[in-house]
């Protein structure tokens, strides 16, 4: 199975400051296709998770644009430009390059 | 508008069963890949299960074998039927796909 590491657990910020969390793959999410399939969600206090950015760094609709995300083959990262009281919650990296899909451990973010 | 809708839960026996169900709208469960997720009370996100377009379907190792999944085109539904249901399938079950996830249905396994 394909372990996803994220870094850090936790993270607390300051309004409008950045974020930056960091996922890692142990098997490389590139497809032959060309394509790498690693998801970011987040999922707010209470709620379904719900998607923020798909295949590295494209933002699903709606999603603000100060979400981001990058990297590639196996290290991945996605970056709060400002992060606001709405970004509160935990985030979670997925990878659907292959069965089992796999979820990082989640990364609690909470506002200072 | 895509919705997902989730029912079945409830507080089962060790060893019982159950089936939840996923009701779609504004998508076609046929076309489209859809899967079960779960998260047990206080953890992260777990994959549980997923049925291709092609009917193909696929079960992460800690279920195979006790859940089984599956659709009604004609309903436009798919289901996960859970068997021989332990403690640690304590958990809420989110039908959907990457994009689209339902509120999800709760499972107490507990005697």
């Known amino acids: 199975d394909i372990v996803m590491t994220q870094t850090p657990l936790s993270l607390s910020v300051t309004p409008g400051q950045p974020a930056s969390i960091s996922c890692k793959s142990s098997q490389s999410l590139l497809h032959r296709d060309g394509k790498t399939y690693l998801y970011w969600l987040l999922q707010k206090p209470g709620q379904s998770p719900h998607l923020l950015i798909f295949?590295?760094?494209n933002q699903f609709s709606g999603v603000p644009d100060r979400f981001s995300g990058s990297g590639s083959g196996t290290v991945f990262t996605l970056k709060i430009s400002r992060v606001e009281a709405e970004d509160v919650g935990v985030y979670y990296c997925m990878q659907t390059i292959q069965f089992p899909w796999t979820f990082g451990q989640g990364t609690k973010v909470e506002i200072k | 508008e895509v919705q997902l809708v989730e029912s079945g839960g409830g507080l089962v026996q060790p060893g019982g069963s159950l089936r939840l169900s996923c009701a779609a709208s504004g998508l076609s469960v046929s076309s489209n890949y859809m899967m079960w997720v779960r998260q047990a009370p206080g953890k992260g996100l777990e994959w549980v299960s997923l049925i291709s377009r092609g009917g193909d379907t696929y079960y992460a190792d800690s279920v195979k074998g006790r859940f089984t999944i599956s659709r009604d085109n004609s309903k436009n539904m798919f289901y996960l039927q859970v068997n021989s249901l332990r403690s640690e399938d304590t958990a809420r079950y989110y039908c959907?796909?990457?994009?689209?996830w339902g509120l999800g249905t709760m499972v107490i396994v507990s005697s």
């Open positions: 959907g796909r990457v994009t689209t």
């Open positions: 295949e590295v760094s």
